[in-house]
């Protein structure tokens, strides 16, 4: 068989690699550091007290301090943070995509390897250290962002919008469904004592979890995280589609490349920022209000409101801290200001496992038992000490090493071999 001359042979495809410091954007690393304060701030509550205390009715801490905390991390962060990392998984796919087309290797193959370990990560979280993890849900939904990846810009944003739009959907059926059965004297009867019911185990549930957690054995407390773990993965399927909808968002801004040409849309953000703000504190004021008007645990119309409420205050302000922080980063001074949050954001995965093993060790019988003691007020206090200790110790650790540690070894088993982890002064 004839063969090119040597002078003429196509190049090999070069090899995909890690990305390094001069690859990187700045302001999504600048972005995950601040996402990462803002899900601890959300997670701070489930470190010490279950997640269906909200559903449930019952205040473990009805001071009007504590009541305001709580009020404004559901108005402020819960929801949002979550969409934001969400987007910059996104973008994150996107660039990844292009690094690997540009080199001319297959990108499904080494992507899917990528979040097959993102899944074990998330795995041994959820089950061993923590139930709230949220590692297991993206990973599942990353792989369906792979059936994404050829389509076009126009078939992402309506997917986008028929994504946003289900939760709504699925809750307005469910609703409809009670409210014809409340046409029916007997159907109507079952139906309230179901959720007098659901209440009951409620309050069940919260005393279990409040006992197990503060004093109960290593089994024990096993059993409780998986039962609360599989409660999670219940409800999945209300809050999967916005994932689902913000990696496709990510996605096509990634493919765009709109965070390397933020400067040509300058103008148009600024005009943006003050509507998002307006909405999303209106909507979220909204869900705020529905919340302490709804019996616990029920279904109503009112509820389809609360769930469009919600999802319209992320998605606002989502793109209200964005675009912010992008505005803010333009003045020198700021952007000196907000450089710091850039080391935690490449050590995004490092330090929110760190913040599993902190806080289940202070909430946790085997640790200090504070399980069911740290209010809201207290539990902001806890975040705003954590955040400013992973500041400094982010910037420390990167000024030895490329990658965290948790960063050096999902690169590592992504890539089949151990990457360079010391830095070469």
């Given at each position: 068989m004839e063969t090119l001359p040597e002078a003429v042979q196509p190049p090999a495809p070069a090899p995909l690699?890690?990305?390094?410091?001069?690859?990187?954007?700045?302001?999504?690393?600048?972005?995950?550091?601040?996402?990462?304060?803002?899900?601890?701030?959300?997670?701070?509550?489930?470190?010490?007290?279950?997640?269906?205390?909200?559903?449930?009715?019952?205040?473990?801490?009805?001071?009007?301090?504590?009541?305001?905390?709580?009020?404004?991390?559901?108005?402020?962060?819960?929801?949002?943070?979550?969409?934001?990392?969400?987007?910059?998984?996104?973008?994150?796919?996107?660039?990844?995509?292009?690094?690997?087309?540009?080199?001319?290797?297959?990108?499904?193959?080494?992507?899917?390897?990528?979040?097959?370990?993102l899944l074990l990560i998330g795995l041994i979280h959820a089950v061993g250290i923590w139930f709230g993890d949220i590692l297991v849900m993206y990973a599942l939904i990353g792989f369906v962002l792979l059936a994404f990846r050829n389509r076009s810009n126009r078939t992402?944003?309506?997917?986008?919008?028929?994504?946003?739009?289900?939760?709504?959907?699925?809750?307005?059926?469910?609703?409809?469904?009670?409210?014809?059965?409340?046409?029916?004297?007997?159907?109507?009867?079952?139906?309230?004592?179901?959720?007098?019911?659901?209440?009951?185990?409620?309050?069940?549930?919260?005393?279990?979890?409040?006992?197990?957690?503060?004093?109960?054995?290593?089994?024990?407390?096993?059993?409780?995280?998986?039962?609360?773990l599989g409660t999670i993965y219940s409800f999945s399927w209300i809050f999967s589609p916005n994932i689902l909808a913000m990696f496709l968002?990510?996605?096509?801004?990634?493919?765009?490349?709109?965070?390397?040409?933020?400067?040509?849309h300058a103008a148009t953000i600024r005009r943006a920022l003050p509507l998002l703000l307006i909405v999303g504190l209106a909507t979220g004021a909204a869900v705020l209000a529905i919340m302490n008007t709804l019996p616990p645990m029920t279904l109503a119309p009112l509820t389809i409101v609360q769930t469009l409420a919600t999802s319209v205050s992320a998605l606002c302000l989502c793109f209200f801290y964005v675009g912010s922080i992008a505005l803010l980063r333009r003045g020198e001074a700021w952007r000196r200001r907000l450089q710091p949050l850039a080391a935690v954001g490449r050590m995004a995965l490092t330090n929110y496992l760190m913040h599993s093993l902190v806080f289940t060790t202070l909430a946790n019988s085997y640790g200090f038992g504070l399980y069911g003691r740290i209010s809201p007020s207290v539990g902001l206090g806890m975040t705003v000490a954590m955040y400013l200790i992973q500041i400094p110790l982010s910037a420390w650790w990167l000024s030895r090493f490329r990658y965290g540690p948790a960063e050096w070894l999902w690169r590592s088993l992504t890539y089949g071999a151990p990457q360079p982890m010391r830095l070469l002064h």
């Open positions: 690699r890690p990305v390094t410091s001069g690859d990187r954007v700045e302001l999504l690393d600048v972005l995950r550091g601040f996402a990462i304060f803002g899900i601890l701030l959300v997670n701070m509550r489930m470190f010490f007290a279950p997640l269906y205390l909200d559903l449930s009715g019952t205040h473990w801490w009805p001071g009007p301090i504590d009541r305001a905390v709580h009020g404004a991390i559901v108005l402020l962060a819960q929801g949002k943070f979550y969409s934001l990392f969400s987007l910059l998984f996104g973008v994150g796919a996107a660039i990844q995509l292009q690094r690997a087309t540009e080199r001319g290797r297959p990108f499904a193959r080494f992507f899917a390897r990528r979040l097959g370990l992402l944003a309506v997917w986008t919008v028929i994504l946003l739009c289900l939760p709504v959907l699925i809750i307005g059926g469910f609703t409809g469904l009670i409210e014809i059965g409340r046409m029916f004297p007997e159907s109507a009867a079952e139906i309230e004592q179901s959720f007098v019911e659901s209440a009951a185990a409620a309050a069940e549930a919260l005393t279990r979890a409040r006992e197990t957690y503060a004093s109960g054995s290593h089994g024990e407390i096993l059993t409780e995280r998986l039962s609360q968002i990510g996605f096509n801004l990634g493919r765009r490349r709109t965070f390397d040409r933020l400067d040509e």
